[in-house]
């Protein structure tokens, strides 16, 4: 028996080594290739057609993945909106670009800010470049039909589907999970539309929070239907009536009837229709990617001027420091970006900075620095927010303070509230797994936070103070940034999330639009006439992540993860960010699951 043991745990080391070794030797071999590929230079062939290929989905920024492509997993197909839109410019001024081919793919969507960004830069070049524009898709989601929609010619599988639905957001709620396994949230916070809490206090929306996301999925549904409707010449009024019809489900001979696609076609029949509208012969026209045309736009010559206009990608969850063990969500870490924007004050060459913020908030200390550090560019040149799908709660006091904000009309911004959250498990710990705590204490304080126990009425009315005045600060913030009065801010706040166009109306944002936009106050501002820009920080080392691919703390393992647990991630992702919080958050009240 011993002996059986023996060969046993001899075979599983040999394993486990071969393991290892091809795990390597996969490594060297993709470094060896990213090397050579290096090498190569890219350039726009004659008669070229951009390629923009909707597969996957579509990031603030996006870093190379070589393991996507091997894996063959869509969850690590990713592009960033930043190519996206270098490449469509870049394809606009590009005399040997001649057209733009849309592809509709396994297509996971994005948040409508994004999408409402890149539609309006292919309308900036159908306008401008008069230029074509063709998408095919074997199906198309809601999303990649909205982007689609404006094309020349927008065809279809001839058992293809549209996705055309409506809106819908949802919210998990906890409660229940929370009661079963005996342990509760205390919770204080100011803002009635303030519901992060609510899906651990709750089990459906309170009143104000189904009021807020009414209204603001309303508008960006009306913002989207207006934007179709203009580009197919159909009514507001017709888009509708079909949405409710369930025309997802009908025959594609009823999409090309009521006008919704332009032709039914194979995918072997594109080049064709493609090869005819740049009158040439079939197949006689070269294709680029994204990626490809947006490294070719980036290595072009930045000027002579030596003015630097910065953009500074200000993405993700605000924290104090970076989130330790299994984690590949974006970040803004508030140590980091303090030091880097500190740079960017004291650079002389940089004239003006633009902050592109896409962020539902987080730490409100963080955020806090974040703010005197955009006060300290404010003092030496221009500083111009440019929003991207959320700049909420932490998102927006990290905004307030800028020379001028722009934001798409379909961002979702405001949520001005905070709250604090805190775990009790004294049900937990005594009655269901028989652990007891007893503590010997100097000071009525002197355990605060300990989560065997409920708060008491002294701790709660203490806390409720800390975060009214941290609340008072938030909104003097916001009145100081916007020019406002405090009163005024108080009452648009209450922690309610406003779409970029409502926030407009209501002047916590002055300009709808996008990047671009942006770049452009800024340059004025600033008074450039000639200028390079350059983008901060740098994207992540390819190489610096290989390991984290493979030893599972990169995102290979959070897409495993995301792929075995499907719709149920989101539950994982709600916890996981639950139980790293420290201090008081001002974040956004949940977390936007759209059908896009």
Same mark, same amino acid.
């Given at each position: 028996?011993?002996?059986?043991?023996?060969?046993?745990?001899?075979?599983?080391?040999?394993?486990?080594?071969?393991?290892?070794?091809?795990?390597?030797?996969?490594?060297?071999?993709?470094?060896?290739?990213?090397?050579?590929?290096?090498?190569?230079?890219?350039?726009?062939?004659? *008669?070229?057609?951009?390629?923009? +290929?909707?597969?996957?989905?579509?990031?603030?920024?996006?870093? #190379?993945?070589?393991?996507?492509?091997?894996?063959?997993?869509?969850?690590?197909?990713?592009?960033?909106?930043?190519?996206?839109?270098?490449?469509? +410019?870049?394809?606009?001024?590009?005399?040997?670009? @001649?057209?733009?081919?849309?592809?509709?793919?396994?297509? #996971?969507?994005?948040?409508?800010?994004?999408?409402?960004?890149?539609? +309006?830069?292919?309308?900036?070049?159908?306008?401008?470049?008069?230029?074509?524009?063709?998408?095919?898709?074997?199906?198309?989601?809601?999303?990649?039909?909205?982007?689609?929609?404006?094309?020349?010619?927008?065809?279809?599988?001839?058992?293809?589907?549209?996705?055309?639905?409506?809106?819908?957001?949802?919210?998990?709620?906890?409660?229940?999970?929370?009661?079963?396994?005996?342990?509760?949230?205390?919770?204080?916070?100011?803002?009635?539309?303030?519901?992060?809490?609510?899906?651990?206090?709750?089990?459906?929306?309170?009143?104000?929070?189904?009021?807020?996301?009414?209204?603001?999925?309303?508008?960006?549904?009306? *913002?989207?239907?207006?934007?179709?409707?203009?580009?197919?010449?159909?009514?507001?009024?017709?888009?509708?009536?079909?949405?409710?019809?369930?025309?997802?489900?009908?025959?594609?001979?009823?999409?090309?009837?009521?006008?919704?696609?332009?032709?039914?076609?194979?995918?072997?029949?594109?080049?064709?229709?493609?090869? +005819?509208?740049?009158?040439?012969?079939?197949?006689?026209?070269?294709? !680029?990617?994204?990626?490809?045309?947006?490294?070719?736009?980036?290595?072009?010559?930045?000027?002579?001027?030596? *003015?630097?206009?910065?953009?500074?990608?200000?993405?993700?969850?605000?924290?104090?420091?970076?989130?330790?063990?299994?984690?590949?969500?974006?970040?803004?870490?508030?140590?980091?970006?303090?030091?880097?924007?500190?740079?960017?004050?004291?650079?002389?060459?940089?004239?003006?900075v633009v902050l592109r913020v896409n962020s539902g908030g987080g730490s409100a200390y963080a955020s806090e620095q974040i703010w005197h550090q955009v006060m300290n560019i404010k003092s030496k040149k221009p500083i111009i927010v440019s929003m991207g799908d959320y700049a909420a709660s932490g998102g927006y006091y990290i905004s307030c303070a800028a020379d001028w904000i722009v934001a798409q009309p379909n961002t979702l911004t405001g949520s001005i509230g905070i709250f604090g959250t805190f775990p009790e498990a004294s049900e937990l710990l005594n009655d269901k797994i028989g652990v007891h705590f007893n503590t010997v204490k100097t000071n009525s304080f002197a355990d605060f936070g300990d989560f065997s126990r409920q708060l008491s009425e002294a701790e709660r009315n203490t806390l409720q103070r800390y975060i009214n005045n941290g609340y008072d600060l938030f909104t003097r913030r916001c009145?100081?940034?916007?020019?406002?009065?405090?009163?005024?801010?108080?009452?648009?706040?209450?922690?309610?999330?406003?779409?970029?166009?409502?926030?407009?109306? !209501?002047?916590?944002?002055?300009?709808?639009?996008?990047?671009?936009?942006?770049?452009?106050?800024?340059?004025? @501002?600033?008074?450039?006439?000639?200028?390079?820009?350059?983008?901060?920080?740098?994207?992540?080392?390819?190489?610096?992540?290989?390991?984290?691919?493979?030893?599972? *703390?990169?995102?290979?393992?959070?897409?495993?993860?995301?792929?075995?647990?499907?719709?149920?991630?989101?539950?994982?992702?709600?916890?996981?960010?639950?139980?790293?919080?420290?201090?008081?958050?001002?974040?956004?009240?949940?977390?936007?699951?759209?059908?896009?």
């Amino acid at each position: 028996m011993k002996q059986f043991f023996k060969y046993v745990i001899a075979t599983m080391i040999g394993v486990f080594a071969l393991v290892v070794i091809i795990s390597v030797i996969s490594i060297i071999s993709l470094v060896g290739m990213a090397a050579v590929g290096s090498g190569n230079t890219v350039s726009v062939s004659d *008669n070229s057609v951009l390629v923009i +290929n909707l597969n996957g989905s579509i990031a603030e920024r996006a870093d #190379e993945n070589p393991f996507a492509g091997l894996i063959g997993n869509n969850m690590l197909t990713e592009t960033g909106l930043d190519d996206i839109l270098t490449a469509i +410019n870049h394809a606009k001024d590009e005399d040997k670009v @001649k057209g733009i081919y849309i592809e509709s793919g396994n297509f #996971e969507g994005a948040s409508p800010a994004t999408l409402q960004e890149i539609r +309006n830069a292919l309308a900036d070049f159908k306008k401008d470049s008069g230029k074509f524009i063709v998408s095919y898709g074997d199906s198309y989601s809601q999303g990649a039909y909205y982007l689609c929609s404006l094309a020349d010619s927008v065809i279809i599988n001839p058992q293809g589907m549209i996705e055309w639905i409506g809106l819908a957001s949802q919210t998990m709620y906890f409660k229940d999970f929370f009661e079963k396994v005996g342990v509760s949230m205390q919770v204080v916070k100011v803002g009635t539309y303030k519901s992060a809490v609510e899906p651990f206090l709750l089990n459906e929306m309170s009143d104000a929070n189904r009021e807020q996301i009414t209204v603001f999925e309303g508008e960006i549904w009306s *913002n989207m239907v207006a934007d179709i409707s203009k580009s197919r010449k159909l009514s507001a009024d017709k888009l509708n009536q079909l949405a409710d019809s369930g025309i997802v489900f009908d025959l594609t001979a009823k999409y090309l009837k009521e006008k919704l696609v332009d032709k039914l076609a194979y995918s072997d029949e594109v080049p064709a229709i493609i090869s +005819n509208m740049m009158k040439v012969d079939k197949d006689d026209y070269n294709t !680029i990617s994204v990626k490809d045309l947006a490294s070719i736009a980036s290595s072009e010559p930045k000027g002579t001027s030596g *003015n630097i206009l910065a953009v500074y990608y200000a993405y993700g969850d605000i924290v104090e420091t970076p989130s330790e063990g299994f984690s590949t969500e974006n970040e803004i870490v508030g140590t980091k970006v303090i030091k880097d924007l500190q740079e960017l004050a004291e650079d002389d060459d940089v004239k003006a900075v633009v902050l592109r913020v896409n962020s539902g908030g987080g730490s409100a200390y963080a955020s806090e620095q974040i703010w005197h550090q955009v006060m300290n560019i404010k003092s030496k040149k221009p500083i111009i927010v440019s929003m991207g799908d959320y700049a909420a709660s932490g998102g927006y006091y990290i905004s307030c303070a800028a020379d001028w904000i722009v934001a798409q009309p379909n961002t979702l911004t405001g949520s001005i509230g905070i709250f604090g959250t805190f775990p009790e498990a004294s049900e937990l710990l005594n009655d269901k797994i028989g652990v007891h705590f007893n503590t010997v204490k100097t000071n009525s304080f002197a355990d605060f936070g300990d989560f065997s126990r409920q708060l008491s009425e002294a701790e709660r009315n203490t806390l409720q103070r800390y975060i009214n005045n941290g609340y008072d600060l938030f909104t003097r913030r916001c009145a100081d940034g916007r020019h406002m009065k405090q009163d005024s801010i108080k009452v648009i706040g209450e922690g309610r999330v406003w779409t970029g166009q409502h926030a407009k109306q !209501i002047g916590l944002v002055d300009q709808l639009g996008g990047l671009d936009d942006a770049i452009a106050v800024a340059k004025k @501002k600033a008074s450039l006439d000639e200028c390079s820009i350059i983008t901060y920080p740098a994207k992540k080392d390819i190489f610096a992540d290989l390991l984290n691919e493979v030893n599972g *703390n990169g995102t290979y393992a959070d897409a495993q993860m995301k792929q075995a647990l499907g719709e149920y991630y989101g539950v994982f992702t709600t916890i996981r960010k639950a139980s790293r919080r420290t201090g008081i958050q001002a974040s956004m009240p949940y977390q936007v699951k759209w059908n896009l």
